[in-house]
């Protein structure tokens, strides 16, 4: 039986996630908006990015939102346990500035 050869190219090592999140073609980011001091300052970024662009095919909410769930996701362990509760408390202050209904929990 022949056996599968694989390809031999070298294997480039991108981060294809910190491409998109510097050249996402839904948001301009404003830099280091997800180091910001506290959570509202993060939703108020968000937002302002989000009501700013021309490019995002969702509503402002819809683009912000999934810009920061991109962001947890991909920060994955990375993340310290304060960076995570801190970007989770941004989602609520996000629904807020847009005026939308509290997730269910």
Known sequence: MAQKTRNTRPKKRRKWSADVMKHSNALDLEQGVFTKPNPRLIAVSLKRSALRSTRRKGTP???AMSMLNFHIN???KNL???Q????????????????KPDAKK
């Open 84 to 99: 995570k509760a801190q970007l989770q408390e941004a989602k609520g202050e996000l629904r807020k500035l847009f005026g």
């Open 80 to 82: 310290s346990a304060k």
């Open 61 to 63: 909410f819809q683009s």
């Open 74 to 76: 991909r920060g994955g």
